[in-house]
């Protein structure tokens, strides 16, 4: 069965410290991943995606992902937290295999930049 | 701005009542997804509409339904409400059948009392 984890409910980082922000994932076949950050009371943005090549992702907001094949992981990363990157951080999978063809949503991860 | 429109933007209603929800997709976008999120259950995917047909169905329940208009835009449905039901309720559309990039509304955050 498809799932994603994020394993950490929340994540403090100092202002200009560098971040992550932990997924894994299980598919039956190959994934496409997602990143998505939700801003107090504002729907979820897209900040970026992996579907093939290049392992290393770059989205909005100078966040990029990883992509792990061996540890099944897709983690977020930015070099220099801003205070502005406050907020709530999905991780979505979704099998190519899967004739569904929908998104396995992460349980969020809150992330705190302290200034 | 995501060009994803969601009316109302709030909603406070009665349990046992019914109220109706209403989203409008990117130009272009022809699928649908109705999504709820509350604080104990993060974001569940209830059902998916493309091009006028309901393509997946999710953790929806039967006091909810949904449909999507010959213009694209969606209304979804909930009847004989509970406290429970209180959440935010996103909508989202993305241009494919398959589900890749989605593009959030603002929401409709639902109140029931």
């Known amino acids: 069965a498809q799932s994603v984890a994020q394993p950490e409910d929340q994540v403090n980082v100092a202002e200009g410290n560098p971040l992550t922000v932990k997924c894994t994932y299980s598919?039956?076949?190959?994934?496409?991943l997602f990143w998505y950050v939700q801003y107090p009371n504002r729907g979820l943005q897209f900040l970026l995606k992996?579907?093939?090549?290049d392992n290393l992702v770059k989205g909005s907001y100078g966040f990029e992902a990883e992509f792990n094949k061996s540890q099944t992981s897709f983690h977020l990363k930015k070099p220099s937290a801003l205070v502005s990157d406050s907020a709530l951080y999905f991780c979505?999978?979704?099998?190519?295999?899967?004739?569904?063809?929908?998104?396995?949503w992460g349980a969020g991860t809150k992330l705190i930049i302290k200034p | 701005d995501s060009g994803v429109t969601q009316t109302p933007k709030h909603l406070i209603t009665a349990t046992g009542q019914r109220v109706t929800l209403r989203c409008s997709p990117r130009?272009?976008?022809?699928?649908v997804y109705w999504y709820q999120q509350s604080l104990d259950q993060g974001l569940q995917f209830l059902i998916q509409?493309?091009?006028?047909?309901?393509?997946a169905k999710g953790n929806i329940l039967e006091r909810f339904s949904a449909q999507q208009f010959p213009d694209l835009h969606s209304e979804l449905n909930l009847s004989s409400l509970e406290l429970g039901d209180s959440a935010l309720y996103f909508c989202?559309?993305?241009?494919?059948?398959?589900?890749?990039?989605?593009?959030f509304g603002p929401g409709t955050r639902l109140t029931v009392l």
């Open positions: 598919v039956s076949g190959n994934p496409y």
């Open positions: 989202a559309s993305s241009v494919e059948i398959e589900a890749d990039t989605q593009y």
């Open positions: 130009s272009g976008d022809l699928s």
């Open positions: 992996y579907i093939t090549g």
């Open positions: 979505a999978v979704r099998d190519i295999l899967d004739s569904n063809y929908q998104l396995i």
């Open positions: 509409y493309y091009n006028g047909e309901e393509r």
